[in-house]
Each structure stands twice: as structure tokens, then as C-alpha cells.
T-cell receptor, first 115, second 113 residues
Framework: AQKITQTQPGMFVQEKEAVTLDCTYD???????LFWYKQPSSGEMIFLIY??????QNATEGRYSLNFQKARKSANLVISASQLGDSAMYFC????????????FGRGTQLTVWP | DADVTQTPRNRITKTGKRIMLECSQT?????MYWYRQDPGLGLRLIYY???????NKGEISDGYSVSRQAQAKFSLSLESAIPNQTALYFC????????????FGQGTRLTVV
């Protein structure tokens, strides 16, 4: 069975500080991808970053980086230099080869950035 | 134009009514999905389709049906809406690789009263 766990229902960070959003996953399939999405209050899903299970380097996209620790089955999102516009719900998700492309989502973390 | 377009964006309907949510995509992908989002539960899969002739149930398909009219079109129906189907619904499409990005529609906020 595939599972994504996000244990932080809410996180708070001050503007310009870095924040880490936790994500652990469970799968027995050796081929998988891990994704992070941002959902602002308007509701749309915005793709942020992904990591493949065979990737040797941690993924980075601008202020976003994915701290991939395969042995621990964790894929934490790090946001550097937080901005007020980063306030949103963040979802961790996983795709595995054996289930042909569907995404498994965690329950999300609500991030609030304060001035 | 958006990669994935959902209509309507918002809908209020009465218990027992039939309602259809429509989705079309311009990415040219074969795979399309319908997800439902409830507060605190993340997104859960309702149905998915890998081509026009291939429809599969997800983990919460009861009370829903789908139709894949073309490669680019995938609609979701609630045959007899009930209040606990009040949720945010997303259509998505992806390529085949496990690291292929999923493209989501803007979502449909459905309220059943």
C-alpha cells in the first residue's frame, strides 16, 4: 500500500526566515516520484517541485528545495526566505510505477507567514 | 488557455439532483483523473482513465460515475447528489512517467443543500 503522511497540520514562520514542511512516505515500489503542491486560498493546485526515487541529488527550484532522505522515506520541503505570499496549504504527493500514475496525497500543512 | 479547464467553477445544487462536472485538457495526455478534496483529508481519487476505453474506480467512487468522451474530455457525474458530496473537485492529467508533472484544473466548488 502507498501512503503519504504530513504530521504538521499548521506551521508558522516569520517573513524572511526558512521553514521546513515534513513529509514521509511509504511504498515498496522502487520506482516513484515525490511532489509538492501549493494551494492558496483561491483553491488552485500549484506544482512546486518533484524528486524521482533514483535521483542522486536533492531537487531545487528557486526558493524551494526538497530534502530527500531515501533511507528514512522522507521528502521534506524547505522554503527559504519566506514571503507573505507563501501563506497557503502545502500538499506532499507520490506517484509509483505499479499504480500507473495516480497521485497519493498527504493531508496537507497550512503555512502562515507573518510579518 | 489553461492546460486543464473545469466547468462549472462553483455550483450549488439540491439534494437528489443530478449534476455533471466537466473537464477538458490541452496537454495531449492519455491519463485523466478526478479527485475530491475535503478539509483535513487531502485529495482522494474518485475515478481515473488511461484512454477512452479504460475507466477505473478510485478509492471513493460510490455515488459517482464518469464518462471519457474523448482523449481530452473527462466528465464526472453525481447521479443523485447528497450533502456529504459537498467538496472541492479537481480534474487532473499526467504523462506516463512517475516523475511526470500532474496538471490540475482550477477546481469546482460544489455545495449540495
Amino acid at each position: 500500500a502507498q501512503k503519504i503522511t504530513q504530521t504538521q497540520p499548521g506551521m508558522f514562520v516569520q517573513e524572511k526566515e526558512a521553514v521546513t514542511l515534513d513529509c514521509t512516505y511509504d511504498t515498496s515500489d522502487p520506482s516513484y516520484g515525490l511532489f509538492w503542491y501549493k494551494q492558496p486560498s483561491s483553491g488552485e493546485m500549484i506544482f512546486l517541485i518533484y524528486q524521482g526515487s533514483y535521483d542522486q541529488q536533492n531537487a531545487t527550484e528557486g526558493r524551494y528545495s526538497l530534502n530527500f532522505q531515501k533511507a528514512r522515506k522522507s521528502a521534506n520541503l524547505v522554503i527559504s526566505a519566506s514571503q507573505l505570499g507563501d501563506s497557503a496549504m502545502y500538499f506532499c504527493a507520490m506517484r509509483v510505477r505499479s499504480t500507473l500514475g495516480r497521485l497519493y496525497f498527504g493531508r496537507g500543512t497550512q503555512l502562515t507567514v507573518w510579518p | 488557455d489553461a492546460d486543464v479547464t473545469q466547468t462549472p467553477r462553483n455550483r450549488i445544487t439540491k439534494t437528489g439532483k443530478r449534476i455533471m462536472l466537466e473537464c477538458s485538457q490541452t496537454k495531449g495526455h492519455d491519463r485523466m483523473y478526478w479527485y475530491r478534496q475535503d478539509p483535513g483529508l487531502g485529495l482522494r481519487l474518485i475515478y481515473y482513465s488511461f484512454d477512452v476505453k479504460d475507466i477505473n474506480k478510485g478509492e471513493i467512487s460510490d455515488g459517482y460515475s464518469v464518462s471519457r468522451q474523448a482523449q481530452a474530455k473527462f466528465s464526472l457525474s453525481l447521479e443523485s447528489a447528497i450533502p456529504n458530496q459537498t467538496a472541492l473537485y479537481f480534474c487532473a492529467t499526467t504523462g506516463r512517467g512517475v516523475t511526470s508533472e500532474a496538471f490540475f484544473g482550477q477546481g469546482t466548488r460544489l455545495t449540495v443543500v
